[in-house]
């Protein structure tokens, strides 16, 4: 299925779609695509979900099949093309890493698979698109379930190219923000804070968080940035983040949260796969809650509360 999603969304099917039933004819002319394999594809997408048939030979897209769409709102077109291109492609190594302990990057002799992707520009282009359809997916659920209208300074750490902190911004006009990436991430911030019209109240800083944070907020989010890496190294972001916030800061991980015990729903079972893809990636792991509470006490902070935002969690922490 991912092998088959991947082909609609690199063919642009959706795109072509959007405009209204199409047959399979028209779809190859196109595409460029052979029409009798177009066609099998087309009637394998229809058994998923991405289109329906409309007549012997037509083919229209619906509400699934819509978010492969680069335009749309809620596009996952990025990570489809990430999931297929590059982790489906580690995932085939699971086997050697469940044996050695070591992540796919180790398995190549680095020691950080950003390390390692950053060899490959077109890979980094790749991932910081999926992670941004990403954000945005859960950026509502975010804003619902948190209140950051108390915060008058935040800083998101890992924070790409803007898309939460921008969101966040949006939502609280008071409200003044920095986003602390690589320096690589600039040019997508700047250009996305500009267009939603924030880039007055919230700017690029870059830097490595592994090396320091910037003492410029009174709070910090970080999404989906720990979950990334193993204790040792989240210690080491956490404690910078520490070193950053006054006393009594606010700490704010949006992350997933693990169960004790693991069941069959969709969300475990999400969960579960994003912990095999953390170990076979970057080498970090989904914690339970209990664990993330030991690892923000270990790095100075306390846990105060935890708000559930769909599949992930706002985990809230104070500086100690």
Not at 157 to 171: H, K, R, W
Request: proline letters at 3%.
């Amino acid at each position: 299925m991912t092998a088959v999603i991947y082909v609609a969304a690199r063919l642009g099917l959706a795109e072509l779609l959007s405009y209204g039933p199409q047959t399979a004819g028209k779809l190859a002319k196109a595409t460029g695509a052979d029409e009798r394999s177009l066609r099998r594809l087309l009637t394998a997408l229809s058994t998923i979900g991405i289109c329906s048939r409309t007549g012997e030979d037509s083919y229209a897209l619906t509400e699934v099949g819509a978010c492969l769409d680069g335009a749309a709102e809620q596009s996952v077109k990025g990570w489809a093309i990430l999931e297929a291109e590059m982790l489906s492609k580690s995932w085939s190594g699971m086997l050697e890493s469940v044996m050695t302990g070591k992540t796919f990057a180790e398995l190549q002799g680095v020691a950080d698979s950003f390390e390692l992707m950053g060899r490959t520009p077109g890979n980094v282009d790749k991932f910081n698109l999926a992670m941004t359809e990403l954000t945005r997916l859960v950026t509502p659920d975010i804003l619902r379930s948190y209140d950051f209208s108390g915060i008058s300074r935040l800083m998101d750490v890992g924070g790409g190219s803007g898309e939460l902190l921008g969101a966040i911004a949006q939502q609280n006009r008071k409200l003044r923000g920095t986003v602390f990436d690589l320096p690589r991430c600039a040019e997508a911030a700047g250009k996305h804070l500009r267009q939603i019209g924030v880039s007055d109240r919230v700017e690029f800083v870059a830097g490595d968080f592994f090396e320091s944070v910037p003492a410029v907020a009174d709070a910090i989010i970080l999404k989906s940035i720990i979950h990334d890496w193993n204790d040792a190294r989240s210690i080491s972001i956490l404690r910078n983040c520490q070193q950053a916030l006054p006393g009594g800061g606010k700490l704010l991980l949006v992350e997933r949260l693990m169960p004790e015990a693991p069941g069959v729903t969709n969300d475990d079972k999400a969960h579960a796969m994003s912990d095999l893809n953390m170990m076979r990636g970057p080498g970090g792991s989904e914690r339970t809650k209990g664990q993330y509470r030991d690892l923000l006490e270990r790095s100075g902070f306390a846990l105060a509360a935890v708000h559930p935002a769909g599949r992930f969690n706002v985990i809230e922490a104070r500086s100690a």
